[in-house]
C-alpha cells in the first residue's frame, strides 16, 4: 500500500479533487480489491486499532473513482481517530469524496466537521462567512452560498484549487478585481478575495454576489434547446460582457454553457457571465478520459469533458506557440 500511495503521490496529506483521476488501470483496480478484501478479512477488534489502514484504503478508493466505499470509510476513519488533527483530515477526505459524489448536504457535513476540529488547516474561507449550503463544484474548487455575519447579506465564496489553474491565484484576483470595478450588469461583481489561512498564501477564495439563476448547460438539459428569440436574448449579454473585459485586457478562458447563468424573468431573462479566469490547466484538459466511463461523473470529469468541447485549437495544446487570448473566447462563445 505504502508504495502505491507512495506512486500515487498519497502519502501524508489529505485528498484532493485531482487524486480522483489518478486510478486508470484494471491491474492497479485489482489491487485495491485484493487491499479492501484482505482489510475485511481482518478481525473486528484489530481493524479497530488500525485507522491509519482504513484512511490509506480510503485514499485508493477515491483515487478509483469508488467515492461511496471511499467517504463511508473515511468517516468511519474520523470515528476511530482519537486525535483531533487526524479526525479533522478524515472529515475532510469524506468531504473531498462527497464532492465527487455531488451529494452537496453530505459535503457541507463533513467539511464543518473538519473545520470545527481544525480551522486552521481546513477552513476554506474566513468565519465571518457562514456556509448554508454548496452550489457546486468543479475543477476549480467549490461554490458555496454563504451568509456574511455582519453585512446580513447573502455571498458566494468560490473556492480556489490553485494546483488546477491555468493561471495564478495573483492574477485570477487582479483580474477579478478589475471586473468589479467594469460594474457590467452581466458580470457578477467582486464583494471580496483573499486566503483563508492567516499568515500565508493557502486556500485562496473569491467572495462574489449571489444571482439565483440555474446555468445553462443545466437549463437546457431541463427545458431543451432555446428558440432563436430566446438564443439572442441570452447570446447578446454575454457577447457584450466579453466585448467588456477584453477591452480591459481581460479573457475569459473558459467560455461554455456551464459558466453562464441565466433566469428567466416574465418575457425576458438575466444573464450573468461567471468564473473568469478559472481555466484548467491545458496538461490536465488534454487526453483525459472525461467523456465516458466513471471518470465522467467527477466533478473533474465534467468539468473537463466541458471544456474540451468549447475549447478553441490554442487551449488544447493543439496549436504549439499559440498563446490563449481574445480569439480563444471568441471561439468558445461560437462554440
Known sequence: IDKFLEHAQLQNREVRPSDSMSVRSEVERQFIKQVRDEYRALPEEKRQNLPGLLNNLGKLELAAGEFVEAQQNFQAVATMESDPKRQAEAHYNAYQAALQRQDWPAALAAMRQAVALDAARFAPFPDRYEATS???AGGFGVA????????????????????ELDCEVDRVFSEAQALGQLNHPSIIRLADCGYADAGGKLRPYLAMDYFDGVN???????????????M??????????????????????????????????????????????????????EGQPSTSGPKAQTTMGKTI???QHYAAPEQMGQLPGVAVGTYSDVYGFGR
Open 134 to 136: 454548496i452550489l457546486g
Open 144 to 163: 458555496f452560498l454563504c451568509h456574511h455575519k455582519f453585512m446580513k447579506a447573502n455571498i458566494v465564496i468560490k473556492t480556489l484549487q490553485t494546483d
Open 216 to 230: 445553462l448547460e443545466s437549463y437546457v438539459d431541463k427545458h431543451g434547446p432555446l428558440s432563436p428569440e430566446q
Open 232 to 285: 439572442l436574448a441570452v447570446a447578446v449579454p454575454v457577447a457584450e460582457a466579453l466585448q467588456a473585459a477584453h477591452v480591459q485586457g481581460i479573457f475569459h478562458r473558459d467560455v461554455k454553457p456551464a459558466n453562464i447563468l441565466v433566469k428567466r424573468e416574465g418575457e425576458g431573462w438575466r444573464v450573468k457571465l461567471i468564473d473568469f479566469g478559472l481555466a484548467l490547466r491545458p496538461s490536465i484538459i
Open 305 to 307: 469533458a466541458g471544456t
